[in-house]
């Protein structure tokens, strides 16, 4: 089993930066990918961001390459999105995600609500 704890969300403007954490319990960190994901009202749950068990290798959804960055701190357990060039379509409920591959993942947190005014 694997706890997954979100925080750092909020309300920022248009063109602002927000950075998000999870922390994780339960198992060795060091172990499984990990992963940030977001729905927006009326959307289905979409891939935001991975990062391999040592962080080596990264994804992004086409929408945020160039403006999120994912970051692990094994040692801390936690993983980061640093949010930047923020936009109002970016307004969702953002997930943390652990799995065995950097686009499977099993166990989520409770999700923590980022909304970017214009």
């Known amino acids: 089993q694997v706890q997954l704890v979100e925080s750092g969300g909020g309300l920022v403007q248009a063109g602002g930066s927000l950075r998000l954490s999870c922390a994780a319990s339960g198992r060795a960190f060091s172990t499984y990918t990990m992963g940030w994901f977001r729905q927006a009202p009326g959307k289905e749950r979409e891939f935001v961001a991975g990062?391999?068990?040592?962080?080596?290798?990264?994804q992004y959804a086409d929408s945020v390459k160039g403006r999120f960055t994912i970051s692990r701190i094994n040692s801390k357990n936690t993983v980061y999105l640093q949010m930047n060039s923020l936009k109002p379509e970016d307004t969702a409920v953002y997930y943390c995600a652990s799995g065995t591959t950097i686009m499977k993942y099993d166990y989520w947190g409770q999700g923590t609500q980022v909304t970017v005014s214009s």
């Open positions: 990062i391999s068990r040592f962080g080596g290798n990264t």
